[in-house]
């Protein structure tokens, strides 16, 4: 490799935060949403189209089905909030294959968990611990049967038994500047280690149709 095209190398990577990984990689799953798993009607609900994160070359770290069509309200969204999601709101299914972890780095066992959005709380024990307020909670799908928004308090305490400590289990939303080249995409914040996996998401509001970027931190933890 001569030494302008080892610069310009260097330059795409310096700029583009979607970059193919090495470490990770993210692929269109060849899976259907694990319908034995959840139901008729969360599957209903769900692209059949998912992804795939692999970790090296053949660890699957996860995959994910989001829902097919995701109702918004643009008014939700301020400062610290960055998602037009409604607290409880279904946004789709998350399957481990093996043993994962959680954005706090909570063991999550093997197996399939709804994915359902929440804010954090504003309160001292939280309060500056991330930059926005976006999360989903994890639920095994055996306790999370409906497709209908669930109660802040029912969804916490599922999230609670699915991560089987004290704390919910949770994966982090951010908003990521940039777009891919393609969807699905992925980057890595190397600053806190964090794979984050941009997925495209087919939503409804007032606006009517449209397209929305979803960025989900699907390996690294929260700084202490």
Known sequence: MTLRSIFTVAVFLSLSPWVLAVDHRVEKSAEAPPVDAIGAEIAGKLDPAGIQVIRGTSRTVCEIWLCKDLEINAGAITGEVQYPFKEGQLIGVVRYPREGSDFRDQDIAEGVYTMRYALQPVDGAHVGTFPTRDFVLLSKAEADQSAAPVELKTLVTR???????????????????????????????????WWIVRLEAQTRGDGGAAKLPVDLVVSGRAAE
């Not at 919910?168 to 190397?190: D, Q, R, S, V």
Request: hydrophobic residues 40%; proline residues 9%; aromatic residues 6%.
């Open 159 to 193: 999230a609670t038994e699915a991560a089987e400590t004290a704390h919910p289990a949770f994966l982090a939303l951010l908003k990521l500047e940039g777009k891919p080249e393609a969807y699905p995409g992925i980057a890595h914040n190397e600053e806190h280690d």
